[in-house]
């Protein structure tokens, strides 16, 4: 695609001319303009410090491509499980999250991938979450629960960040960002409505297992 601009040289003699403009390949410019006026995410502002905790949304983390709508992941309460036992190990952690009942459908489908990244107390990113291998970069895991919707989830293996981060404090403990794939942040508006309502049977949630040790 191009523009031509037809135009004509005037001087000794008449001459006729062209000017294409191509289009750039390597820079592009897109404005998007959204209006969250009356809605529960009206209490958002932009800047990666201006976070609201989901209990003052009712219950909800919204995700969405294009309008920059992500999600923080915190465990502030990680260090309580040390009071178990003499030595406490982590033996595995798994995070489920589950979406909104009824805020997708076959129309506006959920993502199929996800991603987390560790941060540090900055929101500085450092690094994926990877796999049991520790180089497959882990996308979600979705299940989806075609018969009832009740078990429809996004689940991560958080073993090794929940090791990691087992017994730290203040500026040694490591935050989680959640976001859809780079391709689809930047390009779509596919979105996705967590809930953590302590109401309802089904929540997002850290399952940890843990090992205890004792002399007695």
Not at 109 to 117: A, G, H, N, S, V
Not at 142 to 149: A, K, N
Not at 160 to 173: D, L, P, S, V, Y
Not at 189 to 201: E, G
Request: charge should be negative; include cysteine.
């Amino acid at each position: 695609m191009s523009i031509n601009l037809h135009y004509r040289d005037i001087s000794n003699q008449t001459t006729e001319s062209k000017l294409t403009f191509s289009v750039n390949s390597e820079y592009a410019y897109t404005s998007v303009r959204h209006n969250t006026t009356n809605t529960s995410l009206d209490s958002i502002s932009g800047g990666i410090g201006n976070l609201v905790h989901a209990s003052s949304m009712g219950y909800r983390a919204y995700l969405q491509g294009l309008t920059g709508y992500y999600n923080q992941i915190e465990f502030p309460d990680l260090n309580e499980l040390q009071s178990a036992g003499e030595i406490v190990s982590i033996e595995s952690a798994t995070l489920y999250l589950y979406p909104l009942a009824h805020s997708y459908n076959e129309v506006s489908q959920l993502p199929e991938e996800l991603r987390l990244y560790i941060t540090d107390e900055n929101n500085v990113l450092e690094d994926y979450v990877y796999g049991s291998d520790g180089v497959t970069v882990q996308t979600g895991n979705l299940t989806i629960d075609e018969m009832y919707g009740r078990e429809t989830y996004y689940s991560f293996d958080m073993t090794q960040f929940i090791r990691n981060n087992f017994g730290t404090w203040g500026n040694k403990r490591q935050k989680l960002l959640m976001s859809l794939e780079e391709g689809e942040m930047a390009t779509t508006f596919n979105q996705v409505v967590f809930t953590n309502a302590p109401d309802k049977d089904r929540q997002c949630r850290l399952d940890i297992r843990i090992k205890i040790y004792n002399e007695q």
